[in-house]
């Protein structure tokens, strides 16, 4: 076994592999951009070796820069994780070029897989059934617009080496074609450093099922079991779980059978993954393989009892895999959610900035979370947003979804948006919880997963008692402060000779101030709302979880406060809201109505479409920025002339900065 490794990522993949490293006694060392000097995996590690600028070109994809650092660290070998260099074949032979053990299949493997142009057609020549398509070197627009019409539309355009759901698009008809594929093309360019793509027959309402496989060089190979991950939103894998709700035993051993196959005929060494689609008749197609460590392999950990990480190392070592195939077990259901920093109320832009609170539930038999960041780190715009990953095992699938359910009802993230509450209406929608969510389910029916901006009047009155009583503690804390605990201004409940005051309340609610009158003290109050009065009596508020009974029913709620914004939970639904006081309005040139066309979020300008003197219509793209490893269009709110462009291609800019300006 090796005695130091470097890992060649960051964020979460980076600190699982050192946590397995720890337990194995193994030394590790990180490397780091400029962005990432004080990362948790920079921390984490045993030693830190820094790479360059903020953007992957600058630092992760250095791979003369990580093999330096491994050697003057004197590790033994290199972990890529996933994403970045991971299924890069010459970075796996630049490692073992310079005497360093790659912690991943060979080279040769990879180059056979790694595109997957090209694995398609291997596993057609295997036997593996592919769905009709087009994988040839010949990129021209006209060749390929050739064979989308023979293929027929909807088509699939694909980023020949990407992965992740990068540099994917689907095309409904031809006069959309040369566009769609101008558009995968860069983002493919821009993620993966290489613009080929193929074109594949778009299955309608496909399933996504994957099989975990694992070799060793001496000439064992064995699979551990299955995934499924339809549910999606634009390629984007949000919940993954194992075993797959839609598989009969029949199907599961062929679809094992076959991933085994393919490994075989590659000569296939370290942890892989073949993905297939399933159509509604259920047969299976080869979609892809995927020659690294998947985001989503917790849950077959949780599901087989193994650790995939030590089986990589161990294999990378020499030694053979430590089970046969009879031997791997399928215990119980588990599921994982990746929590985003990112806004699903606007098109789920990407977010950044500082993780003011981030309150996850503590790590259990039954919960696990793999995160890269702890409270106070910042989401940075030059990598994906994601915060963390929750993972839940429990013996069936109905409990899983509770434990799951519970487990979100327990987060709680200040700072930058995030989708917490999208994820939770995803774990109790139908076609989750039945378990019939094709890929595609999301993307038709988004709207069933967003809030329909009605307020929870039992959650809004909770939130209030819990202000209520947060203020007379805190008054109760300046009398004592004061030198007289007695006073009756310690009650902080507007008193006054005669009877209490009403006390005005009032909280931010998706950009809404809502209102309510309270008088009252100690857990008893009368307050109005909307017209209507109702009673509470008996709140408590204890361990951030509050106890009341509005007016005959009673309730529990979780409760969690920041400085500036309060979020209470009652298991089914969540509020958050800020209170007006915290509340920072917007200054009144933000408010200035369309004139002025500002990025929604930072990042980097990619394409500028428009020039000063342009006129334009409503809807018509303006500019393209990057950020996160996506792709937002700038759009005209209306019809007019450019009047000014104020950013230039390769310009990184702010939230809120002015990019063009608009004239009648």
């Known amino acids: 076994m090796f005695d130091k490794i470097l890992i060649a990522n960051r964020g979460e993949i980076a600190c699982r592999v050192i946590r397995t490293c720890r337990r194995l006694g193994i030394r590790t060392v990180a490397v780091y951009s400029s962005a990432d000097a004080d990362a948790q995996h920079v921390r984490l590690a045993d030693e830190a070796h820094p790479l360059g600028g903020p953007t992957p070109a600058e630092s992760y994809l250095r791979g ?56 398609k057609e291997l596993m057609a020549a295997a036997g593996v059934p592919v769905a009709p398509g087009y994988t040839g070197e010949d990129q021209a627009l006209a060749t390929l617009a050739r064979e989308a019409a023979k293929i027929g539309f909807p088509l699939m355009l694909k980023a020949a080496h990407g992965g992740g759901g990068k540099g994917m698009r689907i095309v409904r008809g031809l006069d959309d074609f040369a566009s769609q594929l101008e558009s995968c093309k860069r983002e493919a360019a821009n993620a993966f450093g290489r613009d080929r793509v193929l074109l594949e027959r778009y299955v309608e309402s496909p399933r996504h099922v994957e099989i975990q496989v694992f070799g060793d060089a001496h000439g064992n190979v064995v699979h551990l079991n299955e995934r499924e991950c339809s549910a999606q939103r634009r390629y984007q894998k949000v919940l993954e779980e194992s075993p797959s709700p839609l598989l009969a035993r029949e199907q599961r051993a062929a679809m094992g059978e076959a991933a085994v196959l393919a490994a075989r005929a590659l000569d296939y060494v370290n942890a892989g993954t073949v993905e297939f689609i399933v159509d509604a008749a259920g047969d299976f197609y080869f979609m892809e393989i995927n020659t690294r460590l998947q985001v989503e392999h917790p849950v077959t950990e949780l599901t087989t009892g193994l650790d995939l990480v030590e089986w990589q190392l161990r294999v990378a070592a020499g030694e053979p895999l430590p089970l046969r195939q009879e031997q791997i077990a399928q215990r119980g259901h588990a599921i994982e959610v990746r929590l985003y920093a990112e806004d699903p109320d606007a098109g789920f832009l990407p977010a950044s900035g500082k993780l003011e609170a981030l309150d996850l539930p503590p790590p259990s038999e039954n919960v696990r979370i793999d995160s890269g960041v702890v409270e106070g780190d910042t989401v940075t715009i030059f990598y994906d947003p994601m915060i963390a990953k929750l993972i839940v095992h429990d013996e069936d699938r109905p409990r899983a979804l509770a434990r799951l359910r519970d487990a979100l009802a327990g987060c709680a993230i200040a700072g930058p948006k995030t989708n917490i509450g999208f994820l939770e209406r995803l774990a109790r929608h139908p076609a989750v919880v039945e378990g019939r969510i094709d890929t595609g389910y999301l993307d038709r029916h988004l709207a069933e997963f967003l809030p329909d901006g009605r307020i929870d009047t039992r959650l809004l009155l909770a939130a209030a008692t819990a202000q209520l009583l947060a203020q007379e503690a805190q008054a ?53 709302y909307a017209g209507r009065g109702y009673r509470v009596d008996g709140a408590r508020l204890a361990d951030g979880a509050l106890g009341l009974r509005i007016d005959d029913g009673g309730y529990r709620v979780r409760v969690l406060r920041g400085a500036d914004w309060i979020d209470v939970h009652d298991g089914d639904g969540r509020l958050r809201l800020e209170p007006v006081a915290a509340y920072r309005h917007a200054d009144a040139e933000g408010a200035a109505g369309d004139a002025r066309i500002a990025a929604p979020m930072p990042g980097r300008v990619a394409v500028v479409k428009a020039r000063p003197g342009d006129d334009v219509m409503a809807g018509q ?12 269009a700038i759009k005209s709110p209306r019809d007019g002339t450019v009047a000014e462009l104020r950013a230039a291609v390769g310009d990184f800019v702010e939230a809120d900065a002015v990019l063009a300006v608009l004239e009648p």
């Open 64 to 119: 003369d820069a990580i093999i330096e650092a491994a050697k003057k660290s004197g590790a033994q070998a290199i972990h890529p994780g996933y994403g970045f260099l991971s299924e890069n074949a010459d970075f796996a032979d630049a490692v073992e070029a310079a005497g360093l053990a790659f912690i991943g299949p060979k080279a040769a493997s990879m180059r056979k897989m790694g595109s997957k142009a090209g694995a």
């Open 476 to 528: 109760r804390e300046r009398a004592r402060a004061s030198g007289d605990p007695a006073s009756p201004w310690a009650i902080a409940d507007g008193w006054r000779l005669g009877e209490p005051a009403w006390r005005r309340l009032a909280f931010l609610h998706a950009g809404s101030e809502l209102e309510l009158a309270a008088r009252g003290h100690a857990g008893d109050y009368r307050i109005e």
């Open 621 to 632: 793209d303006l500019l393209i920025i990057e950020a996160m490893k996506m792709e937002l």
